[in-house]
């Protein structure tokens, strides 16, 4: 019990912020001078090196022992937190928000492989286990809205990264009391970090070369070389990894280890619209409903009720009497028809209309998702690989969330600095167009994805994929 909550409460505080900092945001904008389309920068930065470093972090809780990469990761995670809580500048925070995500990158897969490990395949406290570990993971989204609109609200944006100090202190001490050490004895494999490297580096550019084409157009300026050169570099990644890499960060054995490959292709479409939604989210009701920061974070909490509520209770119990791939399935067209629905938001649609009935679906959806959809993706993988396994997941999960918000505010059109002022008047007077777009564009990835869950074997394991 001690494991799973200290598990558990690690992975809320590395969940909470991806989230905790877009109810701040306006107010970032306004102390540091940033224009609503580098604002993405305070959550990709955080998330890119996030989703690039999982990888080898979870090789790492495999190789060096949960307990030591736990800590480690909890260490750096709370120094992050105090420099970027302190920052003076956008460069400094943006950079502390780097590091904070490189701490998260060897915490996360170490509190699923700590789960993994403590309960055993077939064990029915395994189900609960990762049940509660998944409802956590989309409480700590929500709640880190509801957080952080408090903290901004009462004493300033700088507290959503000054609370993780003392809660690091506390999780780095719970650690190294209970944690146990287990060190894999004899020759340690590669971790990949060479690769790691190339594949962060790649993503960062892909991304930047996504928001400058949002900004100048596809090729105008840096943007078409700089989504080229981010391309090769992720191609560079692959091929590397298939051919000369004698440890891959990726076994090939856990990919065709039941429904890993498929599943996982899975989490980064619906990774790609439930992460970026609370960024347009905040924005929509602050900017067009005309909500304070704590206004804002109080109209999540019917997210992370309802999301706690299908995740821990209904959905274990479904998934005794329905197979996962159902509820993958059934989940994603409800938070889709929710997201479709919530890009009708208008500035007369009050709360209840514009938030708490889309809510209601986008919630049910995800908490439907996110438990089955976690058991196909950890189902059948040996012991000595489920780190690897739970970094590939949670860097999947963390790529589409990255991507999705560079892309959605590419698409959207988010107004640039140069026409701040402009553009933030418009969408409170006119309409909340530049939301809306993306909200239904997040629906009709969701569909996908549940088109392509449809495809994933009916019980999700035992089964090893073609190819």
């Known amino acids: 019990m001690i494991i799973l909550i200290l598990a558990c409460a690690a992975q809320f505080m590395v969940v909470l912020d991806v989230s905790i900092v877009n109810v701040a945001l306006p107010s970032v904008e306004a102390e540091l001078g ?98 509660v570990w998944a409802a956590v993971g989309m409480a700590g989204g929500t709640a880190g809205n509801l957080l952080g609109g408090a903290l901004t609200e009462f004493l300033s944006w700088r507290w959503t990264l000054l609370i993780n100090v003392p809660l690091g202190v506390v999780a780095v001490g719970a ?9 894999r004895g004899g020759p340690r494999p590669s971790l990949g970090l060479p690769g790691a490297v190339l594949a962060t580096s790649g993503l960062a550019t892909l991304t930047l070369g996504i928001v400058r084409a949002g900004a100048d157009g596809a ?48 989490l980064l479409f619906a990774g790609a619209c439930l992460i970026p939604m609370w960024f347009f989210l905040s924005f929509s009701m602050q900017e067009v409903l005309g909500l304070g920061p ?29 197979d996962a791939r159902t509820l993958v399935v059934v989940g994603a067209l409800l938070a889709a028809t929710g997201l479709l629905w919530q890009s009708l938001l208008e500035p007369g649609s009050g709360y209840v209309a514009g938030i ?81 777009t993306a909200f239904v564009l997040m629906a009709g990835v969701l569909v996908v994805a549940a088109v392509c869950a449809a495809s994933l074997p009916r019980d999700g394991a035992g089964r090893p994929l073609s190819g």
């Open 294 to 322: 704590l206004a804002t974070g109080l109209g999540f909490l019917p997210h992370t009720l309802l999301a706690i509520a299908v995740g821990v209770v209904l959905t274990p119990r479904l998934m005794r009497r329905t």
């Open 175 to 183: 650690a190294l009391w209970k944690l146990p050490t287990d060190r």
């Open 356 to 436: 708490l009935g889309p809510a209601v679906l986008i919630a049910t959806g995800s908490g439907l998702l996110n438990t089955p959809a976690t058991t196909l993706v950890t189902a059948d993988v040996p012991t000595a690989d489920a780190g690897a396994a739970s970094g590939l997941m949670n860097t999947t999960k963390q790529l589409g969330g990255a991507l999705g918000l560079a892309v959605l505010v590419a698409v959207a059109g988010l107004p640039s600095r140069d026409g701040d002022g402009a553009g933030r008047a418009a969408v409170k007077s006119v309409s909340a167009s530049p939301h809306g």
């Open 219 to 266: 090729f105008a300026g840096a943007a078409a070389p700089l989504m080229v050169t981010g391309t090769g570099l992720l191609v560079l990644f692959a091929l590397g990894e298939r051919n000369l890499a004698r440890n891959p960060l990726v076994p090939a054995r856990v990919l065709r280890a039941g429904s890993v490959a498929r599943g996982n292709v899975v």
């Open 34 to 131: 940033l224009s609503g389309a580098e604002a993405q920068w305070v959550v990709n930065a955080y998330t890119l090196v996030f989703a690039g470093l999982l990888l080898p972090g979870g090789r790492m809780a495999d190789v060096y022992g949960r307990g030591w990469v736990f800590s480690a990761g909890a260490v750096l995670f709370s120094a992050a937190s105090l420099l970027g809580g302190t920052a003076s500048s956008d460069t400094t925070l943006v950079i502390a928000r780097a590091v904070q995500g490189l701490g998260a990158a060897l915490l996360s897969p170490a509190t699923l492989t700590l789960l993994t490990t403590t309960f055993g395949e077939g064990d029915p406290r395994r189900t609960r286990a990762l049940a």
